[in-house]
């Protein structure tokens, strides 16, 4: 692992695995999911990693034009990297999760790097009030579900966002077969360093969410990358902050946000983005880490620069 002196902090701001049901706090429409982001990166996020929802019913959508409506404004009022998703949603075909990233040249993009079952349908249980249609067959479905990202996909990823718009990626790791699939990517030359790996815990389907497998995930990158590699851990509900801080204490960066977890502590939801975002840079501080600005995050990982992007 990159020896680094600060912690990178990255707030994942609605994703697409919560629904609307959820949490109110969930930010659903381009005004809102931009005036968190705003709040995020004012509360000490470098980077902020974005996805797009359907304004009315909140369902994700690959939708360019919707992207558009938050990417500027963003950009606009904070110095964050922005890093778009290639994950999209569920059942979003690879054309579809690739449409906005490609139109927004973005200097960052989230890439997973393995096909796997994910299973989020057990979510479904603790929500008694549907707010849409759309919400509890879209949990309840991935019981059946791939999340397909297969060799050809990846290539295909590196090749067009990497190597033609100049776009770097966070390695999104759910298990232990993802961190080979990135090293085999190196292995043919489509990848060079430094790679920022996001070690992901506790969705069904990938690795689990024990303090034990932290450190395994982190002594198998470093047996692979050496000094290549830049670290982040992520996981899902009530591990989030557990988690990171183990990973911060033992040299990585952290990701945080309602895409991740809709708590800010036991039984408490948090209210929105910004406030993840505080409790974490607070425990980084007591901790006597220094938080990385955007600028130093772009210098740690290489990036191209907020002037070279399409929005």
Known sequence: MAKNDKVIISCAITGAIHTPSMSDALPITPD???TQSIAAAEAGAAIIHLHARDPKTGEPTPDPD???????????????????????????SLEERLAAPLRANPEMCSLNMGSMNFGIYPAADKVSTWKHDW????????????????????????????????TRFEHE????????????????GLLKPPFFIQSIFGILGGIGADLDNVMFMKRTADRLF???YVWSVLAAGRHQMSFVTQA????????????????????????????????????????????????????????????????
Not at 66 to 91: S, Y
Not at 173 to 185: I, Q, S
Not at 290 to 300: G, V
């Open 66 to 92: 919707v992207f558009m409506e938050f990417l500027p404004r963003i950009k606009q009022n904070t110095d964050a990297v922005i890093n778009i998703t290639t994950g999209g949603g569920l059942n979003m």
């Open 135 to 166: 919400e509890e067959p879209y949990l309840r479905g991935t019981d059946d579900f791939i999340f397909r990202n297969t060799f050809r996909d990846i290539e295909r990823i590196l090749k067009i966002l990497g190597e033609e718009h100049g």
């Open 32 to 34: 809102e999911i931009a």
């Open 226 to 228: 050496g000094d290549d």
């Open 248 to 311: 911060a204490l033992l040299g990585g960066s952290v990701r945080v946000g309602l895409e991740d977890s809709l708590y800010l502590a036991k039984g408490k939801m948090a209210q929105t983005n910004a406030e993840q975002v505080t409790k974490i840079r607070r425990i980084m501080e007591d901790l006597s880490l220094d938080i990385a600005t955007p600028d130093e995050a772009r210098e740690m990982l290489a990036l191209k620069g907020g002037d070279d992007v399409g929005f």
């Open 173 to 188: 790791c759910y298990d232990l077969g993802h961190l080979y699939n990135v090293a085999h990517f190196v292995d043919r």
